[in-house]
């Protein structure tokens, strides 16, 4: 959900630090998106699209790299990491106590820009 | 289902702006500038940094701030009414509604003679840190001990975003389902309490308010879970000597 703000808090980190080093536009944007943070990678692009006309970002493209859901489980002492966008327990041995380690992450990474 | 994104997702972001991308590669002076800038920055950070200018406003005031959630019609009104009749002669407490449009909410907390602000999002299916932080300067909070946030009605979003709370607190209702803990982990999994709201209505619903509590507690072990009824007022003793405990704290 919420693909549109994340495009737009995306766009505005973006283009604030390419003005500050003195840049004119931005190329690309490289962004880390959690399995886990309820934010489809389709959703995203298409929000970036529709909404990065008449900023920096104008003709830039998004890359985005999905990080797998990993965790620890409180019980049987063991890292875990599934595919699914959420964990109910761990898969090792099925506890619901556990810590998420990762898969959480809406994380921006770097820009190409010139 | 969850595929791998990275090579797919590139090439369609490749294919979809292509032509843009030869027209810079034929260019030379675009080759020439082309550098990578580091930014590492979480995309939410406007919001959290919003958030915890919130909670340093809250905190030089001496207020403890609850973030109330739930599904719609659940009882955060309700629950918050039966809460300042129970605690307003030992704690001074301030009330911020959240709602999508209306302010029916902010009225019914206004006859209490309570001091009231109510947030219309327009569109919004939360509150965020930012609302929050346009409204703080109208209230007293420097002569308030307790403010609730009652967020908008929803059982997904406001559990995602930060708006300077001590504490998130969660209703759910019996009626609503004995599955609705494990549709919905994460309020489940961000809240302190869980209020179980009426309780009354068991004898007629088919919720098994049992599974209800384990799944919750597997979710969450150290929810504290709290089963009333704001109609009949049955079990809300627990619930206000648990919050001013907290609150004192």
Known sequence: MHEVSIALSLLNIAERHCKKQGYQGIESIAVKIGKASGIMPEALLFAFDAVKHGTLAEKAYLTIEEIPVSGYCHRCMKSFSVDEPFVLCCPNCGNMSFRLDSGRELDIVELDVF | MCRSVNESMVKNALMYDNKDILRRRESPERRLHRVKIKVV?????????????????????????????????????????????????????????????????????????????????????????????????????????????????????????????????????????????????????ESSALILNKIDLLPYIDADIEKIKRDSLSLNPSLKIFEVSCKTGEGLAPWTEWLQKVVHK
Not at chain 2, 55 to 82: H, Q, Y
Not at chain 2, 121 to 126: F, R
Request: one cysteine or more.
């Open chain 2, 41 to 189: 920055s979480r995309i939410l950070e406007a919001n959290d940094r919003i958030a915890s200018d919130n909670r340093k406003k809250f905190n030089e005031a001496d207020v403890f701030v609850v973030n109330l959630m739930s599904a719609p019609g659940a009882g955060k009104t309700s629950l918050i009414e039966k809460t300042i009749k129970a605690l307003r002669n030992s704690l001074r407490i301030g009330v911020i509604e959240g709602d999508i449009a209306g302010t029916d909410d902010a009225q019914r907390i206004e006859v209490l003679g309570i001091p009231v602000i109510q947030i219309n999002t327009g569109s919004a299916c939360h509150l965020d840190a930012n609302m929050i932080n346009e409204v703080i300067d109208d209230l007293p909070i420097k002569d308030l001990d307790l403010l609730i946030v009652e967020n908008v009605g929803n059982l997904v979003c406001p559990a995602e975003f930060k708006i300077g709370e001590n504490m998130k607190c969660m209703i759910l209702s019996v009626a609503e389902g004995d599955d609705k803990p494990l549709k919905y982990p994460l309020m489940f999994q």
